[in-house]
């Protein structure tokens, strides 16, 4: 079972960005915290390609793997490190991991064991639960509490990430779950002190 101070960072990309301010910006939030992974999230599928193309050299020269969330062929095209599944099947999962056989492929939850399950044992990379508390970028309800990720955590071996909401007030108690990961998306991007401060302040938060 992880500890608070295992948990790392997940870092998700806003729906849509300046693509060349973000990559500007971006070695130095790389750089403020321990950021496991970047996961390139963009609704337009010209824009996630540009996005992607800029942004998958920068983050591995970081020694940071890059997903890019339910866009299998343009993670294989491109050389990302894998791919995030938000609405998987057990179908979808396998067709993505015979598509990236070397490859990070990740899904999606929500608050359901049964199905993290299911996906886990069709070969799932990692199981990621919330959203946890409201969020500007989810459009679901949030979880009634972190049972989901703390029994998780206690019962199963393929690694667990929350997400949704959280920010640097409510990581240290997502952490204690056990969570592997903390995808955060929002409050990194829209902070006021910019994104590395937010980084920063989220690694405070999951220090002893």
């Known amino acids: 079972m992880s500890t608070a101070a295992a948990t790392r960072l997940m870092l998700i990309t806003p729906p849509r960005f300046d693509v060349e301010a973000f990559a500007a910006a971006l070695p130095a939030v790389l750089a403020a915290g321990d950021v496991a992974c970047v996961q390139i999230r963009v609704a337009d599928p010209a824009e996630r390609r540009a996005a992607a193309a800029r942004l ?3 983050v591995q020269a ?3 793997a890059c ?3 339910d866009d299998v062929d343009l993670a294989r ?4 490190d894998g791919v995030h599944l938000e609405a998987p099947s057990v179908d979808a999962l396998e067709a993505a991991r015979a598509a990236l056989p070397d490859g990070i492929v990740g899904v999606s939850a929500g608050g359901s064991r049964h199905d993290g399950i299911d996906l886990a044992e069709a070969g799932a990379d990692y199981v990621s639960f919330g959203p946890c508390f409201a969020s500007t970028t989810v459009d679901e309800a949030p979880l009634p509490d972190l049972d989901p990720i703390r029994w998780w955590t206690e019962m ?5 990430v929350a997400i949704g909401g959280i920010t640097a007030e ?9 969570a592997d990961f903390i995808a955060v998306s929002g409050f990194v991007w829209s902070h006021p002190r910019g994104p590395a401060a937010a980084v920063a302040e989220l690694m405070d938060a999951l220090t002893p």
């Open 56 to 58: 998958i050299p920068i």
């Open 62 to 64: 970081a020694d940071i």
């Open 67 to 69: 997903t890019i969330t």
């Open 77 to 80: 095209s491109l050389g990302a």
């Open 156 to 160: 199963m071996t393929v690694p667990s």
């Open 170 to 178: 409510t990581a240290g108690a997502v952490a204690s779950t056990g």
